[in-house]
């Protein structure tokens, strides 16, 4: 327990804000053994609540809560009589931007945006209209690419969208040592508090397919107009899953969720849906719209595969 707690403190340096959360190795199981050894995948998520980290591995289940002791005793009673007088509502349902949040555009001499920003999105082939559509923008405060959270509601005719969190993507290119030794995890997620929360595009809701990224779902929604939703992590939870029903569903991970996949799967069809996995070796933001058609569709046609999904057409990803 000890070991876990220190590698924790040790990765977030106590400089996260309430509600942030993020992931990171995890070699060490609470008895001492090792979580695992085959893959290098942040299986652990933290997540910053009031007075204390909350962190929990998706590979072991290992779980628990480190009280932060950067505060003593008077500053934490304060912090609590302050909260008490905050509207619940405030307290647990208000999600915004960060303040500085700027919308991504045409990039320009004069734009604050750094060019890193737009290069990240630009290499997954996201053109300047995908941007605006999912309201992508910068903080300058986080130093991160910023893609807004909504959820969907049917309200007559027209379609109303409400912001319930928003995920920041570090566009240094650092490699996993260097972001471990630099502290700068890759992805931090801020949504409401309560149930889990997920990104999910526009599309035809009859197919959804899974993916474990926001830049994943876009690309497969922008290929096929299908739902695509991003699981911000490799767990599906109870409220998604009353969602699926009824539906046909596609869960797409990388190589290296293999065997998650196909325990998620299996878990998703006891429970009665219609589930299948498709499985390359890379994320579906990895590779072209035709290669990402082909895939979902060869799926549709064949079923379950263990090994990559050979493309109807002969067309090659794109890294």
Same mark, same amino acid.
């Given at each position: ?82 909260? =008490?007088?905050? $509207? ?5 349902? /208000?999600?915004?931007?960060? %303040?500085? #949040?700027?919308? +991504?555009? !045409? ?74 030794? =630099?502290?700068? $995890? ?5 949504? /409401?508090?309560?149930?889990? %929360?997920? #990104?999910?595009? +526009?599309? !035809? ?115």
């Amino acid at each position: 327990m000890q070991v876990i707690k220190q590698e924790i403190l040790d990765a977030v340096g106590g400089k996260f804000l309430q509600g942030d959360s993020f992931r990171m190795l995890h070699r060490k199981k609470m008895d001492g053994t090792v979580c695992s050894q085959e893959t290098d995948d942040p299986a652990m998520v933290v997540t910053r609540v009031a007075n204390a980290w909350v962190y929990h591995c998706h590979r072991c289940h290992c779980s628990g809560s480190i009280g932060d002791t950067s505060l003593h005793p008077g500053q934490t009673r304060a912090r609590i009589e302050a909260l =008490k007088k905050i $509207p619940v509502n405030k307290v647990t349902e /208000k999600v915004d931007l960060p %303040r500085d #949040f700027l919308a +991504m555009r !045409d990039k320009v001499d004069h734009d604050p945006v750094p060019w890193e920003a737009y290069h990240w999105l630009w290499r997954y082939q996201l053109h300047q209209d995908d941007i605006l559509r999912y309201k992508i923008g910068w903080s300058e405060i986080y130093k991160r690419v910023i893609i807004p959270i909504y959820e969907f509601a049917h309200m007559g005719d027209a379609i109303a969208k409400k912001l319930v969190g928003w995920v920041g993507r570090d566009v240094q290119q650092l490699t996993k040592l260097q972001r471990k030794v =630099k502290r700068v $995890p890759k992805y931090l997620t801020r949504a /409401k508090k309560g149930r889990r %929360r997920y #990104f999910m595009t +526009m599309g !035809d809701t009859d197919t959804v397919v899974i993916c474990e990224d926001c830049l994943s779902a876009i690309k497969v929604n922008l290929a096929t107009g299908y739902c695509a939703v991003a699981l911000l992590n490799t767990d599906v939870g109870d409220d998604l899953l009353r969602w699926l029903r009824g539906r046909k569903v596609f869960l797409w991970l990388d190589g290296d969720m293999l065997s998650k996949s196909i325990k998620m799967v299996d878990k998703m069809r006891q429970l009665g849906l219609d589930a299948k996995r498709l499985f390359t070796t890379k994320d579906p933001k990895d590779y072209n719209s035709v290669y990402i058609m082909d895939v979902v569709r060869e799926g549709e046609r064949r079923g379950d595969e263990t090994r990559q999904m050979r493309p109807l057409s002969d067309i090659r990803p794109t890294f």
